[in-house]
């Protein structure tokens, strides 16, 4: 997935603040250039709206958390946030009802499976391991506050669009397409019940999750949610704080290890971000108290990540020293402790 040619982007330290803006412009530009003739991955179809997605589409746009935004190719094409929500509904969850009780009752290690097994469920006592497959994200929905469905759907949608800095519409054509293929999830949500895991009626959480995946976002918008994560939970364009610095640093760390499937371990060793991946062809990844970068791109691989994506994003991380594990010799003389 990730070409070794891409190890002669300057490797730099993740230490410090973005390179300067004109040089981060020409990087995203650079990116973009370079992936945009791979024709690599196919489409998803199981939800028969996304279907109908151009496969050229590609969109790649940094924000800092200074504010700064730097973009290239379709980062205005609107499409559905799908399994990235997963990753702020999970930090709207730990800030409502705090880091233990969703700890407990969701979990935060990776299974190894797809994205929808029922199998990780049941190997697993009935814990959905984490809340980033849909067993998860279903429960962690369900753990928002409300009385009822449309309390917690206000919720979620009020949470994701201060994280996105402006209101956020619902598909009505992607929710209703997905609502008649989501038997998985139905079924999912129905076993979680069974192990008494599912703190709502399993078909209202569903149907929330449903919408909340339905959301409509572009390139930008998923950068800006990012980097309000990499920015103690302060939304860098609004100014608002969002979320704690303590829920952005859980959310992180769960992002980390389970946040592109089974394929986190690769994504982790190659590029060193937090990041996440939905089925429309999204990829946020957060490089903390630095920014993030949003892409775009319909065309997936076999685990359902955006194969440009990823390999762009493998390209900022290394152009832009985005990698949380790299490092650089420290020399006398400069700044840190002496030895």
Request: aromatic share 6%.
């Amino acid at each position: 997935m990730f070409e070794a040619d891409v190890l002669d982007v300057a490797q730099r330290s993740s230490t410090g603040a973005l390179p300067p803006g004109g040089s981060v412009d020409a990087w995203v530009r650079a990116a973009h250039a370079r992936y945009a003739p791979d024709d690599a991955g196919t489409v998803a179809d199981y939800i028969p709206v996304l279907a109908h997605a151009d496969p050229a589409w590609f969109g790649l746009s940094v924000v800092g958390v200074d504010g700064r935004v730097h973009q290239a190719g379709d980062t205005g094409i609107r499409f559905t946030i799908q399994s990235i929500s997963k990753a702020f509904v999970f930090a709207l969850a730990c800030e409502a009802i705090g880091h233990e009780r969703v700890h407990e009752r969701i979990g935060v290690n990776n299974t190894g499976l797809a994205f929808n097994s029922v199998i990780a469920v049941e190997l697993n006592g009935g814990s959905p391991m984490n809340p980033m497959v849909n067993a998860g994200a279903i429960a962690t929905t369900a753990l928002l506050p409300g009385s009822d469905a449309e309390e917690r759907w206000s919720a979620v949608r009020d949470g994701l669009s201060r994280f996105a800095g402006r209101d956020l519409v619902l598909d009505d054509e992607v929710y209703r397409s997905e609502s008649g293929a989501n038997h998985r999830n139905r079924a999912i949500a129905q076993l979680l019940h069974s192990y008494g895991r599912l703190d709502a009626d399993a078909e209202e959480s569903v149907d929330v999750y449903t919408r909340q995946c339905s959301l409509a976002v572009d390139a930008h918008d998923l950068a800006i949610m990012g980097a309000t994560l990499a920015d103690g939970g302060v939304n860098p364009v609004t100014g608002e704080q969002v979320v704690s610095a303590e829920v952005c640093r859980d959310t992180l760390a769960v992002l980390a290890s389970c946040g592109l499937y089974e394929r986190s371990g690769e994504w982790l060793f190659e590029i060193g971000l937090p990041a996440k991946s939905g089925v429309s062809g999204g990829i946020v990844a957060v490089a903390p108290g630095k920014g993030a970068v949003g892409a775009f791109s319909p065309r997936l691989d076999a685990a359902g990540n955006s194969v440009r994506g990823q390999r762009a994003c493998a390209y900022l991380s290394r152009a832009l020293g985005l990698n949380l594990f790299a490092s650089a010799r420290w020399v006398p003389g400069t700044t840190g402790d002496a030895r």
